[in-house]
T-cell receptor
Framework: GQQVMQIPQYQHVQEGEDFTTYCNSS?????IQWYKQRPGGHPVFLIQ?????EVKKQKRLTFQFGEAKKNSSLHITATQTTDVGTYFC???????????FGTGTRLKVLA | DAGVTQSPTHLIKTRGQHVTLRCSPI?????VSWYQQVLGQGPQFIFQ???????GRGNFPDRFSARQFPNYSSELNVNALLLGDSALYLC???????????FGSGTQLSVL
């Protein structure tokens, strides 16, 4: 079946360090979205990528969509304690309407 | 504007029972999706409805069913509950099928 994997599963960083999570799909995606879920909360939309090779930035966050539209990454520069949470990618396989969520990367930031 | 609302927020059932979860999307959103999230895992896709028609179904047994009403609200039904059905059930709405998802706070279902 269609799967979306993320690595790493967990990441502990010191405040101020950078963080990257990687997302890989078993199938080609029409588009990919990224969400952040705080402990006890629900996923909150961060960004959507549609084009092959697309790069988008939101302040300290940089999102990339691979050339083959099967992988993506989220990079956070100079992490802050407010970045704590689990980051999920969600890909929409070509020809479908459903978003398949990745396994998530849980980020802890040590002050 | 109100966000996505789900009811109830918590529910305790016993094995074999039936449950109905409800979701009201953001005004103007025509697509509703349902996800199951087990603690420590990513949301698993169950169903997507758009304009009252099922547009996608995940790998869940026939005990799971859903529908969308003319006002775009939705219900998720689960029959013959199993212990493994214990999870957070999330509803998400979007304006269209390929747009960003807005999640509700979820229904925490415990099956004893």
């Amino acid at each position: 079946g269609q799967q979306v994997m993320q690595i790493p599963q967990y990441q502990h960083v010191q405040e101020g360090e950078d963080f990257t999570t990687y997302c890989n799909s078993s199938t080609t995606l029409s588009n990919i979205q990224w969400y952040k879920q705080r402990p006890g909360g629900h996923p909150v939309f961060l960004i959507q990528l549609v084009k092959s090779g697309e790069v988008k930035k939101q302040k300290r966050l940089t999102f990339q969509f691979g050339e083959a539209k099967k992988n993506s990454s989220l990079h956070i520069t100079a992490t802050q304690t407010t970045d704590v949470g689990t980051y999920f990618c969600a890909g929409r396989p070509s020809g479908t309407y459903k978003y398949i969520f990745g396994t998530g990367t849980r980020l802890k930031v040590l002050a | 504007d109100a966000g996505v609302t789900q009811s109830p927020t918590h529910l305790i059932k016993t094995r074999g029972q039936h449950v109905t979860l409800r979701c009201s999307p953001i005004s103007g959103h025509k697509s509703v999706s349902w996800y199951q999230q087990v603690l420590g895992q990513g949301p698993q896709f169950i169903f997507q409805y758009y304009e009252k028609e099922e547009r996608g179904r995940g790998n869940f047994p026939d005990r799971f069913s859903a529908r969308q009403f003319p006002n775009y609200s939705s219900e998720l039904n689960v029959n013959a509950l199993l212990l493994g059905d214990s999870a957070l059930y999330l509803c998400a709405s979007s304006r269209d099928v390929n747009e960003k998802l807005f999640f509700g706070s979820g229904t925490q279902l415990s099956v004893l």
